[in-house]
């Protein structure tokens, strides 16, 4: 339900938005009715250009909630590569298979912030269509509009893919409207097309990194193309080769303006992230007043521990599998292993060389901690670390994978899927892939590059679930600390009971949960 004084006012930050939601009845006092002109008010903001630069950055703010920012690595706890020991966002029953319309966490959080969001940028297209200052051009507004609608584009596919019918909300609420039943999947997917194909057209056309923060069409098309490789899939697991055709022709135009970082470690520190060449998208931060705890999460509250599978899917440097490969050295565990091992998993604590060593505060249920997201300036690492490292949420990494899967399914494993997967995998000093690989050989090495890649970056929950096979992974995992069970049901979230519950029968409840 989306009530008029639901979540959805209560995050907008004061001085930036400022909604009047019932107007003071006649019998109040006169002192009541002034307006209080020394501060923002709907009456004396959205006056001139800087009050949608406000605006603007208060929609952007939205991103950095935490499931979609520095808790990003928890979903894929909820996959078969880690487990949250905090239980953060109801995760533990997420993979028992317990949830329930009243289970709280994600299942609640996703769905409330993200119609608080959405709730931000309709009043922002509400105010910039009726705005007539002179400060303001037709072509700024496109751009602004442009840059909200990639917002909306973002929550609504987030909506979209763990919902499915969700209510479609392009307006801001009143006390009339509050009440919103669902619209079919099929319309939220219109709509986030149709939002990021304005933003394609009318964003600004330089990369990411060279756009201060703000997206731009690059941003749009990676997005674009993710939702599509997710839609691709549809209930079956059979990809629709038409859908991937739109993939992989979004892929080949981001991959002209991008490069991979040379240091894969880099994509993930402050210091190499502004300027970094293949960052697409992030959710940015800046410190001393906007910083993220990225390193005291992970660095010493260990929220998170990579699962031994996990540990155990990273090749030796001859691109055989570990305890395959001759160079498997079960004493030893980063040695003669793809160097991405050492840059995602630590064993015993952070460490770093050269004396950044950290001791973390909590224990490793699993044996090991995220190193992936930490920055060794910042050791060592708790309350007082004021952390500005962005959540980098699209980058050509993914991209190169996008187009990889694609094509391989379009037209089979030929020179153009060898080269990408080459090129990835080079970085991190690991062998080309063998000749002559089946569509099907290069199919399960595509996911396994995207599973050692994106680890830990929010990809690996959705990954199964668009390819179908989310049951026959999760089932078969051993070495959880909670047993897992993942039944079809489960391909879709059940909408939160409370906002069932406040919505006069309005809102449904998806049929597998009723």
Request: aromatic letters at 12%; a neutral charge.
């Amino acid at each position: 339900m989306l009530s008029f004084n639901s979540n959805v006012m209560k995050k907008y930050p004061y001085k930036l938005i400022v909604l009047v939601l019932v107007m003071l009845t006649t019998a109040c006092t006169k002192d009541l009715n002034l307006n209080p002109l020394d501060k923002i008010a709907s009456s004396n903001f959205w006056k001139k250009k800087s009050d949608f630069d406000k605006a603007l950055a208060a929609c952007y703010a939205s991103m950095q909630t935490e499931e979609w920012a520095v808790l990003t690595p928890v979903w894929d706890c909820m996959a078969d590569n880690g487990y949250a020991q905090h239980n953060t966002g109801s995760s533990q029953q997420i993979v028992e298979g317990s949830i329930s319309p009243s289970t709280g966490g994600w299942i609640n959080a996703f769905y409330t912030d993200g119609y608080a969001a959405i709730g931000r940028v309709n009043l922002f297209l509400q105010q910039m269509a009726a705005y007539t200052g002179t400060d303001f051009t037709d072509a700024d507004k496109k751009k602004y509009e442009a840059e909200v609608r990639f917002i909306r584009g973002y929550y609504y596919w987030q909506l979209y893919q763990m919902y499915g019918d969700v209510p479609l909300v392009l307006e801001p609420l009143t006390l009339e409207t509050q009440y919103q039943p669902k619209a079919p999947a099929a319309d939220v997917l219109k709509q986030i097309l149709a939002d990021l194909d304005f933003g394609i057209a009318n964003l600004n056309t330089a990369p990411y990194f060279q756009n201060s923060g703000h997206a731009c069409v690059s941003s749009a098309q990676a997005l674009k193309a993710r939702v599509l490789l997710f839609v691709a899939y549809g209930n079956t697991g059979t990809p629709n080769l038409e859908i991937l055709a739109q993939v992989r022709a979004l892929a080949l135009q981001i991959k002209t303006q991008y490069s991979l970082s040379p240091k894969f470690e880099d994509l993930f520190r402050d210091a190499a992230q502004k300027t970094n060449p293949e960052i697409i998208f992030s959710v940015n931060f800046l410190a001393p007043n906007n910083t993220t705890p990225w390193d005291m999460y992970y660095g010493d509250w260990l929220v998170v521990s990579p699962l031994q599978n996990f540990v155990n899917a990273f090749e030796c440097t001859d691109g055989l599998p570990y305890g395959v490969s001759p160079l498997t050295n079960t004493a030893a565990l980063f040695e003669n292993r793809d160097s991405r091992l050492k840059k995602t998993v630590f064993v015993d604590h952070p460490d770093f060389g050269d004396g950044k060593v950290h001791t973390p505060s909590n224990s490793r249920p699993t044996g090991y901690g995220l190193m992936k997201f930490l920055a060794p300036e910042n050791i060592p690492y708790g309350f007082s670390t004021l952390s500005q490292q962005n959540a980098v949420t699209l980058r050509l990494g993914e991209v190169m994978l996008m187009y990889a899967e694609a094509q391989n399914e379009l037209a089979g494993p030929d020179a153009t899927v060898y080269k990408a997967m080459k090129d990835l995998r080079a970085r991190s000093g690991m062998p080309e892939l063998p000749a002559g690989l089946s569509k099907e050989a290069m199919r399960e090495r595509i996911r396994h590059e995207r599973r050692i890649e994106l680890a830990f970056e929010g990809l690996r929950y959705y990954d199964l679930r668009r390819w179908r096979i989310a049951g026959e992974v999760l089932n078969n995992v051993k070495d959880g600390i909670v047993p897992y069970h993942f039944e079809d049901k489960f391909y879709t979230w059940p909408l939160p009971q409370s906002e069932i519950d406040k919505s006069h029968g309005v809102l449904e409840q998806n049929p597998l949960y009723k």
